[in-house]
């Protein structure tokens, strides 16, 4: 029976699969089950913004349909892009136009953009590619993450952020910035998260990711982080529970969001 390789030969932890550790170690082992439309349209939307225009493509060729000789045709001779159809470029174009009328947004967006970056951290090779980078004149350094979003609503937007655990993304780049030796030395002075509303009017917000918020981040991904190691050591990477969970009526209802993490990463 084959068995996972040893650490050594493990790939590089990026935070969006270390985030799957968040469901249970089964669902990190399992990985993603691939690309959602709001994925699409914020990966897209990236580009866009990033000096990477050239990565996204208009489909008009109907369904993507797998068996249709036309979308085998046109996913061969786009691959590593970014395909959209009609009704997903709209949207991408209004967001697009919306950032570009923002004048902070584009100040912070204008600095080094989507570079990786690897580091180590207690033995494990660590990667990331935070969106913009910013070199300050005292040596230290900004991070800056964009991120479409059902709202930008500042009060809802900060609740929706923790639920998706943007500090803790926020605060893993910043740990590897401090980390590597891609930049000049110094540590991570700000973080800010630029969001921006999926539907029309695509209004908006930009939240300055304070200390307190990056702290309780990195203690979110260092959580997940031993856990993974653990299952790492002992090749073991268990569901949800392994013992009885006992079902008892508690007098409440509660309702589930099976729709949290729909969002571009």
Wanted: proline share 6%; charged share 25%; with cysteine.
């Amino acid at each position: 029976m084959p068995t996972d390789p040893p650490p050594t030969e493990l790939e590089p932890l990026r935070f969006s699969r270390l985030s799957l550790m968040r469901k249970s170690a089964a669902h990190y082992q399992h990985g993603s089950d691939g690309e959602t439309g709001a994925m699409r349209k914020g990966s897209a939307l990236h580009s866009y913004l990033l000096g990477q225009r050239e990565r996204v493509v208009l489909y008009e060729g109907g369904a993507r349909n797998p068996r249709f000789k036309v979308w085998q045709e046109f996913q061969a001779a786009n691959e590593d892009k970014h395909i959209l159809i009609p009704s997903e470029m709209g949207p991408v174009q209004g967001m697009r136009r919306s950032l570009e009328r923002h004048p902070r947004a584009m100040e912070l967006l204008d600095g080094i953009q989507e570079e990786r970056i690897e580091w180590d951290l207690s033995g494990r090779a660590c990667a990331g590619t935070p969106d913009v980078v910013h070199l300050l004149s005292d040596g230290r350094k900004r991070v800056v993450e964009l991120k479409t979003s059902r709202t930008a609503d500042p009060n809802l937007l900060r609740w929706h952020a923790r639920n998706l655990a943007y500090h803790a993304q926020i605060s893993w780049y910043a740990t590897g910035l401090e980390r590597t030796m891609a930049y000049a030395q110094g540590p991570v002075a700000e973080a800010f998260l630029v969001a921006v509303e999926s539907t029309p009017p695509y209004p908006v917000t930009v939240l300055r990711v304070c200390e307190s918020m990056l702290t309780a981040g990195q203690r979110q991904w260092r959580l997940w982080f031993e856990r993974l190691r653990v299952c790492e050591a002992t090749h073991h990477f268990p569901g949800y529970a392994e013992g009885d969970v006992d079902w008892e009526d508690d007098g409440g209802e509660v309702e589930l969001d099976w729709d949290d993490d729909s969002e571009a990463a």
